[in-house]
């Protein structure tokens, strides 16, 4: 049959601002990649050129991901190709293969945010053991951290920026502002995510069946996100490596990390408060909430909701809720490109 | 404890254009009337200026339902002060008790999409026999059933539409393309919901334990939902009454209208997609695709997704996915009051 | 370390009764074959004396399949050491490859079940065109479709059995009744099954991001029990071929079929309760019910819970829910398997 | 119609054995009361003579939950009438109602499993602060706190146990074997169930709409099986009262609880395994694993299934997966049974 595969999204509605930058996205078949695309394609001042992917390609994104309903069609990658056409690049591919793509874009004088994790990791030898030889070596020393409320000043002027991993997003936020004061002297991150924080590929983690009606938990001798929460408390100061457990839950999107902190001295709630609203207080993605949070609250949105309490034992209990492909992955990614662009930090999340 | 509840969005990011008219949401506390509220909220071109709703008064919405952070305040209904701030009106109470405020709104000169039931049949006796006694009778004669793509033109002139049930939504759009050729001899719609469609009220149906892992059909010797359908392929000259089946899933927000029909004639798959292609081929929010719909890829969405096939035996198959939440209430709400405005018909859906 | 895996089910409690039969099940780890090792080795007068795989090799069915506590080791298929163990076999092995396992075992004499699909069909050419090159053809004349309701005389002399796919147990068991009084002039199956009933296999379609909260028809130009169906129907005098479409929902086990049926006169809600309550009602497997049956109600059981009515405009509807794995599979062989051996149809099955 | 709503169960499959006791469950409505009731039915050495309800007497426990198919009809409570036919009961009332009717049935010497809180706690005063004024004060000396695990021997003379909570269960499970041997500094419970645990009322929080596609911690400061935890960890002359956070799952049965324990003393993971083999190597229902446990492993089973290990920076991580409706509340509940009347403790457990 001659008539296209679908008939959708005929009319774009994108750019109603000024474009400044023009982007693309390498890997953009995975659930973060196709959300950064999306982000970026419904974005008011970025206009999407193109993407890429490993497989898949000729495909048209909206067929592969058809609720994002970006209409353009994957490529193979071409570093040459991609320069002539954007001036930013979103790179999605898996830890390992990304550290490669990315120079090759650097290269070029593209502006990258990779959300892989090749680039978190400042110490070389910590990196070698979680995730193998280093590439790219001569890029690290550039290469940002990009949790935002953290590093905003830095990222505005960084060329190549690291998006940190879904758990370490939630768990820093959550650990940062007590870090920062000296308050931990021991603390265990129970962390849960929805499948989506497990890739696009089909195994038996992420078949239905195993996930469904079922909650465990999964890398308890230690799992790659723990380096990263180790090196960004290190960094405010706090030198205490939380036990960090991610469990799997039978949710699609949605993260929660539930924090439980041996304070350094008694604290009271209302001192509680006032660290994290020093820290937050002016931060347009951190919600700080009084009741629980729920990841629901936060599904396909950028925001982080924060509850802190003292419990009447006088431990600390932080739980932030986010959507792991938002604010632990695409959202924040796009949040930083707008820090490095220096466009209004919430364009196109909202 | 002083400060707020929660320290949420600060700055609503609205009016980005010039607003035309000033909305209120009546029963804002419901899922269909608490997106309704968001998407006002967000509408470029509208400024929601109240909410109501008949319990939970003085709590903020975005503390009811946290996703949609809509930071006004439920009121009780009061029509002289609605009146007074409103231009429009989206009414989404329980059916029976909408047509009273309705009426209340109307003399006030107030233009209404009504979500509920009671203003959709025109046959006065059929509206008894579903949903007892008549309210405002006085105001049947100006609702215009609000299937938008059916009765663009009289929603367009209206000062009150009824906006339709989702099950027939989903049905109509898939059905009425064959009912306006004379192309039904039979039909039958087998269709399937998730949860949010059986409203917020905590009963044994909505308990999760009841739904999870199960499906079952309900409503077989007759759901209200059919006479919408019935009326509406009558209105297209149809005079078949589908047999109408729905069934509840274990999902949130999505709705699927599994369509069987035995032609009055024999078709190709050719002139069957030239039917669906000559009736939705301009249409915006209907996307007629080759491959199966799935109720995940209209999710958050307005659209309508259809896919219709000849299968070997001869029979007509049309699928249609909507979420019943958007494209099934609070979507097309808007899209009608777009109309009614005669704003662009997508402003404000995404 | 040293010590086992899982330290588990320590003492089998099993072979409360007398054993009659020594069995093997040969592919157990798929999700039908584990289950139906699991049924056998729980099973009073059945010792299991044998598991099989075609991968997982060594590995413990237990530790593949935990919920079964079934303690013994997957071992290669060997023909000669499994008929020098035991005297009936079920075969789980995927349709095409499981030809040739059986013909080894029933030239070693074991009688079997096979819940393949390649002694279903009785005519070689539609078994052909569904499936591909027939295999074992010299077996086909002895092979006994084991709808055990429809054909209990036959499996109970049969030295093999084709044990029916899921979608044509419910099917037919809810049609067989109409059929075989010339009740049927014309029927739709709409059909929804979880995600079991698609295999153990991790593929884009069994992940749990594309299950989750979506709900979509497949197959819809013809699907492989649809011959099945028909099979059966013509058996009984019915030469309508029912429309028949499967629908995958996001829940792991369960199995529904909507059917709609034109009847060939007009019937009266007595008389079709006659006509259920005259082929199922001395049937322990078959729960004749009044209200909606749902798919919770059958789960882990062997039920198939039926629920007919006419409804106003004078069509029939039949309701029927299955556990795909249990009546639509594994529960189903067992209960084969006991009419062969003579046994009480419903031991070991709870 | 005269025909009853459901022609199921034609024959129990019951008494294989010989029966040893009469018994009835008070509160057979609620999940917890039903699967007491299913399994006393199907119980070898029990015959079930009767099943009360506050509510939906009159109706058939078989069509208030399908699944468990006892064809019983629910009952008023009279201690009189029940006292004649049976020798022991189940109570499964909510707590404060339940002291009444267990001093009832204690009254007229019928011995008791009681599911509720009401004779957990030992301590009046601390009942007092967590559920309110004391009932049946006089009872309270009698009852023994049913972990049969830890209180086996007093079980078996015990007239009235108190059933333990779900979260207690895996909880001091988890953690007795650490807490005897003077192991813990400091311990942190992360718990996550599934809604069963919150009872079939329905409410905004069982909502289906609540809880899919959400996980949210709930009680952070302070859930009322904390108590327990405690009062059973210092029985062990352990007096670490670990902070315990609750969360809800979108799952219908399971329990997770990660304990997160602070030694006293440096431990290897050989060691460790040693504490926890000693402690349960003999326990028919304990699976010590040296994999993630997932509920999934466990569910619909008495099983708890617990995973220990040292993580590498010392701290002691200790997971257990029970089915809170099974070895969390109703299956727990048999085994007492068993033990206080001498049976095979594991009878009609499965």
């Given at each position: 049959m001659a008539r296209p595969a679908a008939q959708v999204a005929a009319t774009p509605q994108r750019l109603d601002g000024e474009p400044v930058a023009r982007a693309c996205v390498v890997g953009a078949s995975g659930?973060?990649?196709?959300?950064?695309?999306?982000?970026?394609?419904?974005?008011?001042?970025?206009?999407?050129?193109?993407?890429?992917?490993?497989?898949?390609?000729?495909?048209?994104?909206?067929?592969?991901?058809?609720?994002?309903?970006?209409?353009?069609?994957?490529?193979?990658?071409?570093?040459d190709r991609l320069a002539a056409r954007a001036d930013v690049a979103f790179v999605s591919y898996p830890h390992g293969a990304a550290a490669e793509v990315v120079a090759a874009l650097r290269e070029r004088e593209l502006r990258v945010v990779d959300l892989s994790a090749d680039f978190r990791l400042h110490d070389p030898a910590l990196h070698e053991r979680w995730y193998g030889p280093l590439g790219a070596p001569e890029l690290r020393g550039e290469a940002v951290f990009g949790l935002t409320e953290l590093h905003r000043d830095e990222i505005g002027q960084a060329s190549l920026v690291a998006n940190p991993g879904c758990y370490s997003t939630a768990a820093i936020l959550a650990l940062a502002p007590l870090a920062r004061e000296g308050l931990i002297a021991d603390a265990v991150v129970d962390a849960k995510s929805g499948v989506s924080g497990a890739g696009r590929a089909a195994t038996d983690t992420t078949h239905f069946v195993s996930?469904?009606?079922?909650?465990?938990?999964?890398?308890?001798?230690?799992?790659?996100?723990?380096?990263?929460?180790?090196?960004?408390?290190?960094?405010?100061?706090?030198?205490?490596?939380?036990?960090?457990t991610p469990h799997l839950l039978p949710l699609d999107q949605g993260l929660l990390a539930s924090c439980y902190v041996t304070p350094t001295r008694e604290l009271t709630g209302e001192e509680l408060a006032d660290v994290f609203r020093g820290a937050y207080g002016a931060e347009r993605f951190i919600e700080l909430v009084d009741t629980s949070p729920g990841v629901r609250d936060v599904r396909d949105t950028n925001f982080a909701r924060i509850h802190s309490l003292v419990e009447p034992g006088g431990r600390v209990l932080v739980f932030c809720a986010i959507d792991n492909l938002w604010k632990g992955a695409a959202g924040q990614a796009v949040q930083n490109l707008n820090v490095m662009l220096g466009l209004d930090e919430g364009a196109g999340l909202g």
């Open positions: 659930f973060a990649g196709a959300l950064a695309a999306a982000l970026a394609w419904a974005h008011p001042n970025i206009a999407l050129e193109a993407v890429t992917a490993r497989s898949e390609v000729g495909r048209r994104l909206a067929d592969l991901h058809p609720r994002h309903r970006v209409p353009l069609e994957l490529e193979a990658f071409d570093a996930v469904d009606e079922n909650v465990s938990p999964y890398g308890e001798t230690g799992h790659r996100h723990g380096p990263e929460i180790d090196q960004e408390l290190a960094a405010l100061g706090c030198d205490v490596r939380p036990t960090f």
